[in-house]
């Protein structure tokens, strides 16, 4: 026997009605898309839950897929049988005796849901206590701080059993709150930001700057990696647009405004992400900016270098830690993507001092004095290539950015 099913909690508990409706529908959705490496799988859906049943595959690898997945809580294997008291006393041993070693203290759970059922919720603690216990004489009951408590659940179609409770990712599912491009450096920072973003349910396109043949091919498979992993996260394939801004970097550079560089690169960034916005209807910028980390993420910074786009700028990791922000990296598994080597456009055209401090009439002013510069910006929208990438890890041939956006790498 063992567990056959595993159970879903989701939602916000505050979400009702039709918000509650459209919700359970995505996360089915998001469900069912995830579980297309398990065909066996099946699904219910009962007062505000839902079961993956397993159809005899075994539950952990199931576990972890579903665990990474946005909106739900937590998850737990389940066994089912029959609303029979023989049959749920048989069920809590095997529980018993799957357990890798005896607990010092535990407690059983019953509440019964299907009022016919013969024994209530307290009469079924005890009748499944006292027929556990003598067989664990070192097993305590403890009532308020249990090492194991097996929740019985007695229903009319069946009785499930569960103790473990697996937490999973939480948040909204995969496009329940719209679509946002991430500006995705090959850093540590805007992988971590484009997960928390797909976490609040944003659906996002993936926008890198690339200097070719300053940055290296390296530089961009970087991305590349980074971008499928996002994709794992959101289940569905992340459309990665790689935009050549060599020219405009060279031409800022030119503009022998040292200081402003950084300012007027991200401003030109800005610009670029907003026209790809626009074309491809996201609502939002989500970067990976947190204040103070480097010269143009301070306040003075962020006001100028903002004030190039009038779509709402996201930064879910602004307020954090570094070390808060390489504990996320390390779990999501981005870390050691975003360490290696390679440079990144904006480190080599780094001034040897950056303005904390930029004046927007000033940057205006100079920008006035680059006439070129917005046709650089709408070559390079021109010039961005944009590619459709799938959860598949890592492994991409080098070199090999297809620009169908049919082929799934
Ligand atoms: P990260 O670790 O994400 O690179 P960072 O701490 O290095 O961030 P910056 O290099 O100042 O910070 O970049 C700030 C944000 O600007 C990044 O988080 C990212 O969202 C965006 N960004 C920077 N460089 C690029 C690039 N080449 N392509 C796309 N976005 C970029
Ligand atoms: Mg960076």
Redesign the pocket.
Known sequence: MMYDRIVLRYGDLTMKGRNRKIFEDKMLKSVKRAMKEFPEVTYWRTYGRLYVILNGIPHQPVIERLKDLFGIISVSPVISVPSELEAIKAAADEVMKSLDKTPATFKINARRAWKRFAHGSHEMNHLIGSHILPQYPDMKVDVHNPELELKIEIQEEATYLYWENIAAAGGFPYGSNGKAM??????????V?GWMALRKGLEIEA????SYPFTSQQATDK?ITLARRLSYYSGVPIRLHL?P?TEIQTRITHSNQENLT?TLM?RA?LRITEQLALKFKAGGI?????LG??A??TLSSMNVIGRATVLPMIKPVIMMDKQEIITIARQIGTFET?ILPFE????LFLPKSPSTNPNLRIVERVEQQLPDLNDLIKQAVEGTESVLLNMTEGHHEHGQVDKSEEDWF
């Open positions: 991430l500006l995705l450096s090959g850093g540590i920072d805007s992988p930001a926008v890198h700057f690339h991305v935009v801004f950084i991200r960034m989500v970067t990976g900016e947190s980390q480097v143009s993420q975003s990144d456009c904006c480190t």
